[in-house]
C-alpha cells in the first residue's frame, strides 16, 4: 500500500511539473515559451492551459503532416531515448492520463473482466493506432499537401479533458466556436472515463499509441524487471496483482507491462526486482502482446 501512495504521488508530481503553467487557467490561453521546443515523455496535450512542454504524438503528427513531409528525427529521437532508458516506466509512473485513469479505477464499484480472446484482440488497436498517427498525415492531406493530426484531433482523450475543456471552460470565444467536432470528442472522453471506472486503463491497454511505442522497447530498455527463478515459489500472487494481465513469471517484461511495481509488491519471497541495466533473462517472444487472466 505504501509504494502505491509513493507511486501516486509521482504520478502526481509529473502532472504538476508538466502543467505548471497556471496562469493560462485563469486566462484560457496556452503557454508558448520555448518549453513547447521540447516533448515531455507521457501523453500530455499541448493545448493544456498549464502544459510547459509539447506532446510527442501531436508533435510526430504535426512534424510528418507538414508541407515538407520532414520525419521528425528530434522528436523520435527524444522518445526514443525515453523509451530506451524506461519503457512503459513512462506510462506507469509519468503520464499524466495514465494517472487519471488510475484515480477513476479507485471507485468503488464492481469491476469488469474482458473475455481473454476478446482482451487480446483489443490490445492490437494500440498498434494500429501508432501506424495511423505515423502514416495518416503523409497520405490523406488537403490542396495545400498539409496532413491533419487526425489522433488528436478526432480521437484523443487527453486532449479534450486536458485542453479542450479546460480552454471551453476559460476562453467565451472558444466557447462560441464549439461544434459537432467537440461534441464526439466529449462522447470519447465520456467512454473512456465510464470505461476507466470499471476497466483497469482501458484506454492504455487498447488505445494508446504513445504506450504501444514504448511497448515494444520495454525488452530492451535499459530499466528491466526480473524474477529470480531460485526465490520464485510460482505461488501467482504476482500474475494476480498485475492489472495489465501479465504473464509475470514467463514475460515480466511484457509489452504490456507499465512496470508499476504491483508484481513486486504482491511478492512474499523478494523473488521481483528492478534496476538499470539489469540483463534481460526472459525467454518470451518479442512483438506479441501477452495476457494472462
Given at each position: 500500500?505504501?509504494q502505491r501512495k509513493?507511486r501516486?504521488i509521482?504520478?502526481?508530481?509529473?502532472?504538476?511539473l508538466?502543467?505548471g503553467y497556471?496562469?493560462?487557467?485563469?486566462?484560457?490561453?496556452?503557454?508558448k515559451?520555448?518549453?513547447k521546443?521540447?516533448?515531455?515523455?507521457?501523453?500530455n496535450?499541448?493545448?493544456c492551459p498549464?502544459?510547459?512542454?509539447?506532446c510527442?504524438?501531436g508533435?510526430?503528427q504535426?512534424?510528418i503532416?507538414?508541407?515538407?513531409?520532414?520525419?521528425?528525427?528530434?522528436?523520435?529521437?527524444?522518445?526514443l531515448?525515453f523509451?530506451?532508458i524506461?519503457g512503459r516506466?513512462?506510462?506507469?509512473?509519468?503520464?499524466?492520463?495514465?494517472?487519471?485513469?488510475?484515480?477513476?479505477?479507485?471507485?468503488?464499484?464492481?469491476?469488469l473482466?474482458i473475455?481473454?480472446?476478446?482482451?487480446r484482440?483489443l490490445?492490437w488497436?494500440?498498434?494500429?493506432?501508432l501506424?495511423?498517427?505515423?502514416f495518416?498525415?503523409?497520405?490523406?492531406?488537403d490542396a495545400?499537401?498539409?496532413?491533419?493530426?487526425y489522433f488528436?484531433k478526432?480521437?484523443?482523450p487527453a486532449?479534450?479533458l486536458e485542453g479542450?475543456?479546460?480552454?471551453?471552460a476559460?476562453?467565451?470565444?472558444i466557447?462560441?466556436a464549439?461544434?459537432?467536432?467537440?461534441y464526439?470528442?466529449?462522447?470519447v472522453?465520456?467512454?473512456v472515463?465510464?470505461?476507466?471506472?470499471f476497466?483497469?486503463?482501458?484506454f492504455c491497454?487498447?488505445?494508446?499509441p504513445l504506450?504501444?511505442?514504448?511497448g515494444?522497447?520495454?525488452?530492451?530498455?535499459?530499466?528491466?524487471?526480473?524474477?529470480d527463478?531460485g526465490?520464485?515459489t510460482?505461488c501467482?500472487a504476482?500474475?494476480?496483482?498485475?492489472k495489465?494481465?501479465?504473464?509475470v513469471?514467463?514475460n515480466?517484461?511484457s509489452?504490456?507491462?507499465?512496470?508499476c511495481?504491483?508484481?513486486r509488491?504482491?511478492c512474499k519471497f523478494?523473488?521481483?526486482?528492478?534496476?538499470?541495466?539489469?540483463?534481460?533473462k526472459?525467454s518470451?517472444?518479442?512483438?506479441?502482446?501477452?495476457?494472462?487472466?
Amino acid at each position: 500500500m505504501m509504494q502505491r501512495k509513493k507511486r501516486h504521488i509521482i504520478q502526481a508530481a509529473a502532472a504538476v511539473l508538466q502543467n505548471g503553467y497556471l496562469e493560462g487557467f485563469f486566462t484560457g490561453g496556452i503557454y508558448k515559451g520555448n518549453g513547447k521546443h521540447i516533448c515531455v515523455p507521457g501523453l500530455n496535450c499541448y493545448s493544456c492551459p498549464g502544459a510547459l512542454g509539447s506532446c510527442p504524438i501531436g508533435s510526430i503528427q504535426a512534424v510528418i503532416g507538414g508541407s515538407s513531409r520532414d520525419f521528425s528525427y528530434y522528436v523520435m529521437g527524444l522518445i526514443l531515448l525515453f523509451g530506451v532508458i524506461l519503457g512503459r516506466l513512462v506510462c506507469g509512473f509519468l503520464c499524466p492520463f495514465g494517472f487519471v485513469q488510475d484515480l477513476l479505477h479507485k471507485f468503488h464499484t464492481p469491476k469488469l473482466k474482458i473475455q481473454t480472446k476478446l482482451d487480446r484482440t483489443l490490445r492490437w488497436n494500440k498498434f494500429l493506432m501508432l501506424a495511423a498517427v505515423i502514416f495518416l498525415p503523409m497520405i490523406a492531406t488537403d490542396a495545400f499537401g498539409i496532413g491533419a493530426p487526425y489522433f488528436c484531433k478526432y480521437f484523443c482523450p487527453a486532449g479534450t479533458l486536458e485542453g479542450g475543456l479546460p480552454l471551453i471552460a476559460a476562453n467565451s470565444a472558444i466557447r462560441a466556436a464549439v461544434g459537432p467536432l467537440f461534441y464526439w470528442k466529449l462522447f470519447v472522453l465520456a467512454a473512456v472515463i465510464a470505461a476507466s471506472i470499471f476497466i483497469y486503463r482501458p484506454f492504455c491497454k487498447y488505445f494508446c499509441p504513445l504506450g504501444a511505442f514504448y511497448g515494444l522497447l520495454n525488452r530492451i530498455s535499459v530499466f528491466q524487471y526480473r524474477v529470480d527463478p531460485g526465490r520464485c515459489t510460482h505461488c501467482g500472487a504476482c500474475e494476480r496483482a498485475c492489472k495489465m494481465g501479465v504473464d509475470v513469471t514467463k514475460n515480466i517484461n511484457s509489452i504490456e507491462c507499465i512496470r508499476c511495481g504491483e508484481c513486486r509488491n504482491a511478492c512474499k519471497f523478494g523473488a521481483i526486482s528492478a534496476s538499470f541495466g539489469e540483463a534481460l533473462k526472459s525467454s518470451a517472444k518479442p512483438g506479441k502482446p501477452e495476457v494472462k487472466h
